[in-house]
C-alpha cells in the first residue's frame, strides 16, 4: 500500500528492504511467513503435479522445496493450485454490492476477476466507473476492469449516458485497468464508424487488450473485426464458432454462467491442440448459482466431469487469463508469483477447501475472514441511490392497437426468433405484451411489442434490469398490471415486481442504480428466489430464468429480434419491425 507523501527514493528504499527479505527467506537464510507444507501442486509451466513446502513471505511465492515459516499449515493429501480468475464479468449481474460478490466468489478459489462495468455505466455515465473502481478498492479478490466500449450498446439504445473515447480515456491511467470491454457494436468495427473505432485506437495508444463480442460472424466480416484489433470472443455457442474465431488468432473465453451456458459445446477445446488460447468466464452470474452452484470452481468441476484433462482445466481456470491480460505475476505457482492458493481436496470432486490471497488464509474449514468495507465517495453514494426519472405511467401508456413484431425466445439461449407479428395478447399461443420504458432523462419513451415462449398467464413482471441500457422492461398479460408493477419498480428506485390482478405479489429491491442491493447476498437471494417461484406460478416457464431471460430482450446486439424504446428491432439489419 502506498505511503501518503513518501518520497522517491524512500519509496526505492522500502521496496530494496522487501526485497532483500524475499531474497532471503528463498535462500532458507529466515524463515517464510507462510508455508504450506507437504505440498502437491500444479506446475503450469511443465504441466504436471509436483511435491513440495510452498514457501511465501511478503505476499509472494519465493520457494518450493523445504522451508519452515511463522505459520504453518500441512495440506497433505490435498492439491494446491494457483487462485481462479473469471476472464469476463459484469459484477453488477451478481445484483448484489461488489463487497458481497467478493464474499461469495472467495470461498470458491477465485483471487481475480476481470469486470466490465458497463452496467452502471449505462445508467450513471463515468460516475459509475469510479463508483465500481471505489466499491471494490482493498478486497480480497483483486478486481480488473476493462472499460465499458459501448455506451450504449448501439445508437438505436437509449441509456443514461453516451461515451466516447474521451470520456473514458483518463481511466486507462488507472493501475486497475486492462483495457477496453467487449465491443458489442460489431456492425459499427465492420462499418469502419468513426466513433467506434477511435474507442480501439485510444485503447491501443495505451497498450491495453480489447476485448471482443461477435457471436456468429464469419468470413470476410470476421477478419475485418480481428483486423481491427479485437484480440477475444465470449459469444461462442457452437464449437465450430469458436474454432473459427480461435484461427484468426482470437482467445475464447469459454463461459458458464446464468444467462448462457456454453462449457459443454465448448468442451473439445480443453485439449492439447486448442487449450492454450482459451479461458472461463462467467459474464453474468446470479446469487442463486453463486450460492448453490459455485463459480470458476464449478466450471472447472464440470469440466473435468465431462472428461477435460484436469491440468488443462485449471490452467485454463487461471495462468492463461492471467498471461492474455499480462496479470505477470498472477495463475502459477513458482517464485516471484503472488500467493493466491485455491486449495482443493481432489480433481474428482474438485471441493474448494482453503484459499489464500496473498498468503493470507481468507477461507478454510467453514472460516471466511470478514470483508473489509470499501469506502465509497458519498456524493457516489447518492448519485447510484437517485437514477429514475420516469413520470407516473398509466394503463393508456400500455394499450396499443398496431400490429407489433413478436420475439420469439429460444430455450436455454439468449438469442431469439422472429415470430412475425401480433396485435393483441394472446395467453393460449403465449403471446403477451412486452415493453420497454425510458428511465434516464425522462423522455417519455415507451417501445411496444409482443413476447411468445415466456409462458405468463396471468398479470405482469417488471424489472429494472434491462441490458444494457437498463430502462424498466416488462411483460402482461394486460396494461393495468404492467403499469403497477413499472410504477412499483420506480417507487423502489430499482428491481424487480411481479403483480397479478392489482396486487404485487413479490418484489426484489435494487437500490443501487437499479441493478443492485445493498442486501446481503443470501438475503437477497432469498427475495429473488420468492419473485421467481411467485412467477412460475403464473405460469412462467420453468426452464428459464423469469427475471434474466427478460432482461436480455432488450439489449440490441444479439440476434434476432430485441425491444427497445423506441419499439422492436431486428438486430441483423438495424431496422424497427
Same mark, same amino acid.
Given at each position: 500500500?502506498? %505511503? ?94 461488489? /463487497? ?34 471505489? @466499491?471494490?478498492?482493498?478486497? !480480497? ?55 467506434? %473505432? ?25 477478419? =475485418? ?16 464458432? =469458436? ?15 446464468? @444467462? ?38 464449478? %466450471? ?9 484433462? !484436469? ?91 398496431? /400490429? ?17 407479428? =401480433? ?13 420497454? %420504458? ?21 398479470? =405482469? ?26 410504477? /412499483? ?89
Amino acid at each position: 500500500m502506498a %505511503i501518503p507523501n513518501e518520497s522517491y527514493s524512500g519509496k526505492i528504499n522500502r521496496k530494496l528492504l522487501k526485497k532483500q527479505r524475499i531474497i532471503r527467506v528463498a535462500a532458507g537464510r529466515e524463515p517464510a511467513d507462510l508455508v504450506l507444507k507437504n505440498a502437491t501442486y500444479l506446475n503450469v509451466f511443465s504441466n504436471e503435479l509436483c511435491q513440495g513446502d510452498i514457501a511465501v513471505a511478503e505476499g509472494l511465492i519465493v520457494g518450493m522445496g523445504t522451508y519452515s515459516g511463522r505459520k504453518e499449515y500441512d495440506v497433505t493429501g490435498r492439491i494446491v493450485l494457483p487462485g481462479f480468475i473469471d476472464a469476463h464479468i459484469h459484477l453488477e449481474s451478481s445484483l448484489a454490492s461488489p /463487497r458481497e460478490f467478493a464474499r461469495a466468489v472467495l470461498p470458491h478459489g477465485t483471487t481475480t476477476v476481470i469486470t466490465d462495468p458497463h452496467e452502471i455505466t449505462n445508467v450513471m455515465g463515468t460516475d459509475g466507473i469510479d463508483y465500481m473502481l471505489q @466499491a471494490t478498492e482493498g478486497l !480480497p479478490v483483486d478486481v480488473r476492469f476493462m472499460l465499458p466500449s459501448c455506451v450504449p450498446a448501439t445508437p438505436m439504445d437509449e441509456s443514461g449516458a453516451t461515451l466516447d473515447y474521451r470520456a473514458i480515456d483518463s481511466f486507462y491511467d488507472h493501475p486497475r485497468v486492462n483495457g477496453l470491454a467487449e465491443m458489442m457494436n460489431y456492425p459499427g468495427v465492420i462499418a469502419a464508424d468513426a466513433g467506434v %473505432i477511435e474507442k480501439i485506437v485510444a485503447a491501443q495508444a495505451h497498450h491495453k487488450k480489447i476485448d471482443g463480442h461477435a457471436p456468429g460472424l464469419l468470413g470476410k466480416d470476421l477478419d =475485418a473485426y480481428v483486423a481491427a484489433g479485437v484480440y477475444s470472443d465470449h459469444e461462442c455457442s457452437e464449437l465450430e464458432d =469458436a474454432v473459427r474465431k480461435l484461427q484468426r488468432g482470437q482467445f475464447i473465453m469459454i463461459r458458464e454462467g446464468t @444467462a448462457a451456458r456454453n462449457l459443454d459445446a465448448l468442451l473439445p477445446l480443453l485439449s492439447p491442440r486448442y487449450y492454450e488460447r482459451c479461458m472461463f468466464c462467467t459474464d453474468d452470474k446470479h446469487p442463486n448459482d453463486l450460492l448453490e452452484l459455485g463459480h470458476i470452481d464449478y %466450471i472447472v468441476r464440470r469440466a473435468i466431469q465431462g472428461g477435460a484433462d !484436469p491440468i488443462l482445466a485449471v490452467k485454463a481456470a487461471s495462468h492463461n487469463a492471467a498471461r492474455y491480460y499480462q496479470l505477470n505475476n498472477r495463475g502459477a505457482i513458482a517464485p516471484g508469483y503472488l500467493a493466491d492458493f485455491a486449495v482443493v481436496d481432489d480433481f474428482e470432486r474438485f471441493q474448494v477447501q482453503m484459499v489464500f490471497k496473498k498468503g493470507k488464509l481468507w477461507f478454510g474449514d467453514d472460516y471466511l475472514r470478514e470483508m473489509p468495507l470499501p469506502a465509497v465517495d458519498p456524493w457516489l453514494v447518492e448519485r447510484a441511490h437517485d437514477t429514475f426519472h420516469v413520470r407516473h405511467l398509466v394503463v393508456d401508456d400500455f394499450r396499443d392497437q398496431r /400490429r407489433r413484431g413478436v420475439i420469439g425466445l429460444v430455450d436455454g439461449e439468449i438469442v431469439t426468433t422472429d415470430n412475425g407479428y =401480433a396485435d393483441h395478447v394472446d395467453v393460449e399461443q403465449d403471446v403477451l405484451k412486452i415493453a420497454v %420504458i425510458e428511465r434516464h432523462k425522462g423522455t417519455g419513451h415507451i417501445g411496444l411489442g409482443y413476447l411468445q415462449g415466456y409462458g405468463l398467464r396471468a398479470g =405482469a413482471v417488471a424489472t429494472s434490469i434491462s441490458h444494457d441500457s437498463h430502462n424498466i422492461i416488462s411483460v402482461g398479460t394486460n396494461s393495468a398490471d404492467m403499469a403497477l408493477a413499472c410504477n /412499483r419498480v420506480v417507487e423502489n428506485r430499482g428491481g424487480i415486481v411481479v403483480v397479478r390482478g392489482g396486487q404485487i405479489l413479490a418484489e426484489v429491491v435494487l437500490e443501487v442504480a437499479g441493478i443492485m442491493s445493498d442486501q446481503p447476498l443470501e438475503q437477497l437471494n432469498e427475495q429473488l428466489e420468492r419473485a421467481k417461484d411467485t412467477a412460475f406460478s403464473l405460469g412462467v416457464s420453468r426452464g428459464i430464468d423469469p427475471f434474466m431471460t427478460l432482461s436480455f430482450m432488450a439489449l440490441p446486439v444479439i440476434p434476432t429480434l430485441r425491444i427497445t424504446t423506441r419499439g422492436v428491432i431486428d438486430v441483423n439489419t438495424q431496422q424497427y419491425v
